[in-house]
């Protein structure tokens, strides 16, 4: 019976060691591949201290093991062990390894804890991003540039990109896992600073990592990391001016609708998530992935996006402050063709 | 008879409400406890079914915030706190060889404003506004400005009233430990269990007031319109994240040093071995316990709070890792040598050990800040409390619950429906969380409502749910051992283990009202089992038989609580809801009426003097507590 336990408590870990170990994730949004430098350093602390804990771990499974197998009661057995009161020798060495070993980590821990915390916010050569959250976006400002975004953080690869982070409402947290780990988003005076860099060209993954409402889940944006030509090209196409819809009558909609919070160029409001360039986002409302080859059922065309998201946000995003505007089939069909091929033309 | 004046008994329901033994005091927190443990755990597979396959819409968004905000809440303080209430209640007095605790009247209020508060947080389900921000209610969305409902009322209101039954709770053991012992019970004699509900209180005792600020502050910004927490009006949210975690730290270590007491009790009766290291033991139960002070800020590694705070809370948190160690080889290092018997309150015990170890290194784990910056928040950390919450803590309820069964109700559980309760709970356990470190390493969030599909996620969250699944499972055989066990006659002997080391196991399953007929003389740490050895079958009494004095019951502690209650409820409907009385809002006008109540109550105890009543010698017999 106890031998059959014995195995009983392995083979489920043996074979959950085996799944886990195939399976990573995703190299666009697991820590456990970084993509950059600061996670590449968060990673190297968490391999560290996983390789600690897996010797703690085994010792203390194997004599565990050992004792429940070695010293199971016969049956029958009437005798009175030893009652042994301690022992200084094998209470000093459970004392002092687990102090060598936090020494280990603890030495590398500090080092890292002063590195990542560098401020490059003063540093001329890094790209300055304010991020600031809101219930359930994320607005990007290159305050150097003088543009603003939204959903998908578009960066120079290689270059050091230094994060401020704060919240217009409640707390949040900006998560990037396979660059660079996360910082709160927090309103008021707290504002965080952060730093990474993407040295490979790519679409990495990011979230809200702190609860935040209803669709705290779907909070989710995109880091672009793109060659600096590229970069260049985004920061001038931004701010070039936008063409409105032709047809005057989804214009008209558009202006009077739409406008009033969002905003296309040089046009419109500030309060919301700018458009500008919405046609060459990978996602529409950061969950919805634009692509022509759908296979999920968050996934589709851009113009299908920006239908299904405009006809009806709080279904797809279940508590955001998008209403459900009042538009006819045409001005709707007319909207989401005007800004699925609202495109920024700077990749090649 | 020889009575100073009538004896006031009851029987049946009213026994039960103006109780102020603790030992049935211990049971009614045990089958309140035990209800919201069901309450909670159902709340969680909801939870799981929710997320058992991506963009699942089972519950909606709203819900199920609602249904996670619920869950860890009423796991901590409606669920594990009263099933630890319970235990200790049932079983110190005993062990330390005393008739009571020190306030007895104190104790039936702890017990009823914890369940009061308990009930009031659950009203949130059926008046339809839930708090949904999570059990940490961090500030501003706890505010009224993102949370306009009543349900953040619930949390505040419900949890202050319950955390009254905790604090007086504590006060009331540490009195008791320090001043109850029987004549030669040194402190350094005192079971390990003692010695962790010991230490317990008194981080009850340091930690809960800061919750009690923190709730205060926020249902001033709720009630009154105050402004600590919301930025907007010049209040500072970090402000509530330290608040709650100076208390919230503590606490996790007030939940898990009665588990550590448990398992040092079932390891070393069912290896009939001294626990190993006893004073290092002791040693590390009050290290852990200071240091658990000292670490609060690693819940707030992401808040910005610097990389000198940030380095300082990494190495303190660290070091809590070399008391934890020195426990767990003391453990190991009392089954070595021993003679192991796998009761199932053993298996609850020996599985508790590796279990407990797994969530500990992932603690050291999340302690380096840097890494945390990648756990925070994300499913590693959801499995890491839940290895040392479940893995730790429930394991070692269940190892109490089974060990001292027979004791608190007389009759042993069925020991086959115990270790299928234990392997299934066990095996449920694993599945539901170890996969969630990788889910939390690959990046996903927690406290997310649905993920997307092609992130890598589905096939580990389906394992989680079976295993969710499981874990009912074995809280289903659980509950059925309990139904069939009490059908069974109350034969429970004395020592039903028949290795037992301490004093409860020298008197009658269960105890007498009195407890002991004759304050037994304590000669040294594990009392009954050095009787034993030097050939005694019972201890030395301290004293000749005498009558006994016992407390009177009292129905006062119930309607103290009943008053904070409406109160509770009264000020949560004071703008407007209720309209008005005489030009007050009504809501005020109930909440006055509800500390009236409590108050009239208070007087009414403070200027009736009640001197109790003896039971005198020609009545002791060995009669138990009904259950």
Redo the contacts between chains.
Sequence with gaps: M?RWQFF?KLA??LA?MV??LS????SD????RPQGPV?E???G??KL??S??LI??VV??A??FY??IR???RPG?K?????????HK??II??VI??IL?II??VP??Q??????KDHTKDPEAVKVVVTAHQYWWEFEYPELGIKTAQELVIPKGKTISIEAKSA???H?F?I??L?????A????????MYFSAPKEGVY?G????????????M?FKVKSVDEASFDRWTAALQAPVALPSDPAIKEAFVSKCLTCHAVGDQGGPAFPNLTGIGSRETVGG?L?NTDDP????EGSTYDNLHRWIEDPQAVK??TLMPQVELTPQELDGISKYLSELTLDYEQ | MAHGHAVKRYSGLMDWLTTVDHKKIGILYLIAGGFFFLVGGLEALLIRIQLWKPLNDFVSADTYNELLTMHGTTMIFLAAMPVIFALMNAIVPLQIGARDVAYPFVNAIGFWTFFFGAVLLNVSWFTGSVPDGGWTAYAPFSGTTFNGDHGFDYYVLGLQIAGIGTLVGGINFLVTIINMRAPGMTFMRMPMFTWSVFITSALILFAFPALTVGLAALMFDRVFDANFFDPSGGGNAVLWEHIFWIFGHPEVYILILPAFGVISEVVSTFSRKRLFGYSSMVFATILIGFLGFMVWAHHMFTTGLGPVANGLFSIATMLIAVPTGIKIFNWLFTLWGGSITFTAANLFAVGFIPTFVMGGVTGVMLAAAPADFQYHDSYFVVAHFHYVIVGGLVLGLFAGLHYWWPKMFGRMLNEGLAKLTFWTFFIGFHLTFFVQHFLGLMGMPRRIWTYLDGLGFNEMNLISTIGALLMGLGTIFFLLNVVITAFKPKNAANDPWEDGRTLEWTIPSPAPEYNFKQTPLVRGYDAYWKEKMDGHTEMTPAEPIGSIHMPSPSILPLFMAIGLFITGLGLMYSHGEWGKIAGIEAGFVVGGIGLIITFACMIIRSLIDDHGFHIEPEELQDKGVKA
């Design positions: 106890n009983r489920p870990l959950l799944l886990v399976a990573c994730g995703r949004l697991s820590t456990l996670a350093e968060q990673f602390l968490m201290a996983i600690i804990m703690v771990i203390v499974f004599i565990s004792v429940i010293f199971r009661r057995d005798t009175i062990p030893k009652q042994v009161e301690g022992n094998l209470e459970w004392t687990p102090i936090l980590l603890g821990t500090i890292s804890v002063f590195n990542l915390s409402d409640v707390v947290s998560w896992p396979s660079a780990g996360k910082v709160d927090n309103p008021g005076a707290n504002e965080n600073i993954l979230k809200c990592a702190e609860l935040c409402g209803p669709s705290h889940g779907l989710d969950i992935v296979e999920y059922s968050n279940p508590g």
